[in-house]
């Protein structure tokens, strides 16, 4: 691996706007998120404060996290030598892309993005657009770099093939629980996990119809811990013990949560 790169990040100056983030886009909370950030902010103002103010700080925190994990992509990349955003640059539209992840949409690029992401509100849960666009290129981007440097340690042919493969959005009709990739072989989907939740309890949870799918094309997954900076490859679920949910906490959906094996090494990118 190359060596560490010191230099913060790429850009000199990120300008986070909370006003444009949410542009034309009607607020839709997560009751169990809203709660949560609620009772924190309780306790860290516990003087009454107005409910307008409560949410300003509520998005002020969301943007805050997003920013931190925007950071961090960066600062990977920076150690393998690269910079993030010659790779974004490689993407379909990366004057859109970028603009998205930096909070700098025009009203032009706002339209242009809901009509990209038309009808996928099952698929968003919580999220509005926006939210919804940053998080998929940042794990855009996370799944490039463990593709072209931290995979090919374990595998000799990687070939992308899911739906996003080109690096598009994807209206809700055309969005699909299919393989992200193939591997000697062998198809696998990629997962990023931000929270470590994964590793600390050992759960992985697919959403809606997901594992069955996934299930009937014999495909494994690979786990991606940016963080941690660790993954783990299960290389098939017929083994994988499952637990059907029927609502999860977060997305609000039916889900099926595997267990993860003890056998399964998370190992640390090289």
Not at 108 to 122: A, G, P
Request: charged share 25%; glycine share 4%.
């Amino acid at each position: 691996m190359a060596a560490r790169i010191t230099c913060r990040h790429d850009l000199a100056k990120f300008d986070y706007d909370p006003v444009a983030l949410e542009r034309s886009q009607e607020r839709r909370w997560n009751a169990g998120e809203k709660n949560t950030l609620m009772h924190l902010i309780d306790l860290l103002f516990p003087i009454k404060i107005n409910p307008f103010v409560h949410i300003l700080i509520l998005e002020s925190v969301r943007v805050i996290a997003f920013q931190t994990k925007l950071q961090h992509v960066i600062h990977l990349y920076h150690e393998f030598g690269v910079r993030a955003w010659v790779r974004l640059a490689a993407y379909p539209d990366p004057e859109l892309y970028h603009h998205i992840l930096i909070g700098t949409l025009t009203s032009i690029e706002s339209d242009k993005l809901r009509h990209q992401l038309f009808r996928t509100e099952h698929h968003r849960d919580s999220r509005n657009i926006m939210e919804y666009a940053r998080e998929m290129i940042l794990n855009w981007l996370i799944e490039d770099l463990v593709i072209q440097y931290v995979l090919p340690h374990k595998f000799k042919k990687i070939k992308l093939i899911g739906g996003d493969r080109d690096r598009r959005f994807l209206t809700g009709s055309h969005v699909a629980a299919t393989p992200d990739l193939k591997a000697d072989g062998r198809k696998y989907d990629i997962k990023c996990d931000w929270t470590g939740y994964w590793h600390e309890k050992g759960i992985v949870d697919l959403r809606d119809g997901e594992y069955p799918l996934l299930l009937k094309q014999n495909a494994g997954l690979v786990l991606i811990l940016p963080f941690q900076k660790q993954i783990g490859i299960l290389d098939s679920l017929t083994e994988v013990k499952v637990i059907k949910g029927k609502m999860h906490p977060i997305w609000h959906k039916p889900y099926h949560a595997l267990e993860l094996s003890e056998n399964l090494c998370w190992e640390e990118w090289k």
